[in-house]
């Protein structure tokens, strides 16, 4: 059983439909590399972060 998670910045998650489509794109692309059927399976969890937690090459981005 897949279980995917995945972290964004929160402000995309503004749109509901980010998540929707997050959550098929991600389940599609682990069924492409472990089969179709995987997919009814398969987990994705979802975190929004503040931009001011966020990081990148050592530094905070926000």
């Known amino acids: ?11 995309r998650f503004t749109d509901r ?17 472990l089969g179709d059927e995987i ?6 969890v979802l975190h929004g972060v503040a931009r001011a937690q966020w990081g990148h090459g050592g530094k905070l981005m926000g």
């Open 17 to 33: 439909q980010f998540a929707a489509d997050m959550v098929a794109e991600l389940t599609k692309a682990v069924s492409e590399v």
């Open 1 to 11: 059983m897949p279980y995917i998670e995945a972290s964004f910045f929160e402000d």
């Open 39 to 44: 997919g009814s399976d398969t987990t994705v």
